[in-house]
Structures are given as structure tokens and as C-alpha cells.
């Protein structure tokens, strides 16, 4: 049983077009995150929701949208793809809120490629 | 602001040599530190945790002791195996009711037979 799920796993696409990536986690979390690996590795955190409430919400470009139509899911829509955008995104939950080292649970990644 | 600044890789090593990947951070009040590892093509996934000072995570051979003296969270492994092979994130949480985990920008490893 897949706990946090993307779909999809791969997705190409032309610049300009407008693209969405879901996340699905059957954990029971309160909690998920997207976060953006560029071609380095480095992960940045991008939007995280607490029961449906957007949380978290750091410096990304207002063509990023996230959605949470109930706590089991957080979808990112992506307006007007530039190249830039490419790289590999990845949705995360975890229990609550990480006040005492509980562990995020991490997709398998949506690997993004802007042409 | 809170930060965790790992060791330059790639690392490379033969099969059963001892690996040491260092890990420091930057936070306020006390907080929870992570390993996370990320195989080739694959998400991150937990590799051991420490919530409080002097706590040692372990977890496949691998352990880590929370230092706050030196606020180091070093990643060991006495004899690595083809297996290991992947990138190993060093990571914090600063409690206190925050939701975020700051990453280090990670370490490759490769093990050659």
C-alpha cells in the first residue's frame, strides 16, 4: 500500500502550458508538503497545509497554486510552464505539526521537464 | 534563520570502508534532527531521527548522536555496502510548533564493489 502518492510521474510539457500534479497520502496526516528538488538535489520547501489551512507558503512564484480539497489530498497547479520549472517535485505528510520529531513521509516524486 | 550545512560530496568508497558524512546546524531553542536518504529515482525516506540532545538515532547500521555542544548531527556507518549507494539529507526541525524541516543540500555517496 502506496502511503503518499503523485501522479503524475513524469510530465513533459511545452513552456506556457498549465499543468496540475496531484498527491494523495491514506496515512491519516494533517499535514503535507510540496517541496521543489532542483538538478542539484537541493530541496526547498514550497507550501505546506494543516487540516485544509495553508500554512506554510514561501517565496514562489504566484504561478504556483496549491489546492487541498480535504486533508487526504494537496494538488499544485502550475500556470504558464517556463523552463525554469523544471525539476522534480515532491509531495510529503506527516502527523500534526513538527513539534517533537515526527517524521515526514515523502511521494515518489513528479519529475518535471519544461521544454 | 535556521540552517544545516553538510559535507561537500560526491563521496566515493569501496565496499566495507567506514563512512562519515558531517552534519552542523543553525537553530533556535531545541531542535528535532534528521537523516533522510534518497535512492536513485526514488522519494526520501527516514533514516533515523534524534529529538533531544545526546539521543543516538539508529537504523540499518547507520547511527547519528545529537550533540548540542558542537550542534552536530554526524551521519556513520562502520562498513558500507553497494546498497548504500544514494543521497543521504541531512535535516532539522526547530519545534516550537513549526512545520518545517530545513534540509541540507545533500550528500551523494557511491560504494563500488
Known amino acids: 500500500d502506496t502511503a503518499v502518492s503523485q501522479t503524475p510521474k513524469y510530465l513533459v510539457t511545452q513552456m506556457g502550458n498549465d499543468k496540475s500534479i496531484k498527491c494523495e497520502q491514506n496515512l491519516g496526516h494533517d499535514t503535507m508538503y510540496w517541496y521543489k528538488q532542483d538538478s542539484k538535489k537541493f530541496l526547498k520547501i514550497m507550501f505546506s497545509?494543516?487540516?485544509?489551512?495553508?500554512?506554510i507558503n514561501e517565496t514562489v512564484p504566484n504561478r504556483f497554486s496549491p489546492k487541498s480539497p480535504d486533508k487526504a489530498h494537496l494538488n499544485l497547479h502550475i500556470n504558464s510552464l517556463e523552463l525554469g520549472d523544471s525539476a522534480v517535485y515532491f509531495c510529503a505528510s506527516s502527523q500534526e505539526r513538527l513539534a517533537g520529531g515526527e517524521t515526514q513521509y515523502f511521494g515518489p516524486g513528479t519529475r518535471l521537464l519544461v521544454l | 534563520g535556521d540552517s544545516v550545512t553538510q559535507m561537500e560530496g560526491p563521496v566515493t568508497l569501496s565496499e566495507e570502508a567506514f563512512l562519515t558524512i558531517n552534519c552542523t546546524y543553525t537553530a533556535t531553542g531545541y531542535p528535532s534532527l534528521f537523516w533522510y536518504v534518497q535512492y536513485p529515482g526514488e522519494g526520501l525516506q527516514l533514516l533515523l531521527k534524534?529529538?533531544?540532545?545526546?539521543d543516538k538515532g539508529s537504523n540499518k547500521g547507520f547511527e547519528a548522536t545529537y550533540r548540542k555542544e558542537t550542534t552536530s548531527f554526524h551521519l556513520e556507518k562502520g562498513s558500507v555496502q553497494v546498497s548504500d549507494s544514494a543521497v543521504y539529507f541531512c535535516a532539522l526541525n526547530s519545534g516550537a510548533g513549526s512545520y518545517q524541516l530545513t534540509f541540507g543540500k545533500g550528500t551523494k555517496l557511491s560504494v563500488i564493489p
Open positions: 497545509y494543516n487540516n485544509k489551512e495553508l500554512i
Open positions: 534524534a529529538t533531544k540532545a545526546d
